[in-house]
């Protein structure tokens, strides 16, 4: 079992940063490819970004392409979403996602709100 905890959301101007982080419990956290998705109200929820379990690889949505990054840190059992050049198309809820087939857990969400 693996229990994630969504932190940094709130209030960002359009043009402005924000930095995600989601932490994991348990000790095979490295084993897990992270991801980052997002919901926005009356839409299904969408992909954001993803990172393989050790960091080398990483995928990202057209939408968010060049304008988030996201990180891991294993030691720390965290997943980072780094955003920038934010959008009010970008508010959402972000959730966090921890998948090793065929099992994959979600946190409770972080709400996003970029105003124009």
């Known amino acids: 079992q693996v229990q994630l905890v969504e932190s940094g959301g709130g209030l960002v101007q359009a043009g402005g940063s924000r930095r995600l982080s989601c932490a994991a419990s348990g000790r095979t956290f490295s084993t897990y490819t992270m991801g980052w998705f997002r919901q926005a109200p009356g839409k299904e929820r969408e992909f954001v970004a993803a990172i393989s379990g050790r960091g080398l690889s990483a995928y990202y949505s057209d939408s968010v392409k060049g304008r988030f990054t996201i990180s891991r840190d294993n030691a720390k059992n965290t997943v980072y979403l780094q955003m920038a050049s934010l959008k009010p198309e970008d508010t959402a809820v972000y959730y966090c996602?921890?998948?090793?087939?065929?099992?994959?857990?979600w946190g409770q969400g972080t709400q996003v709100t970029v105003s124009s």
């Open positions: 996602n921890a998948e090793s087939f065929p099992v994959d857990y």
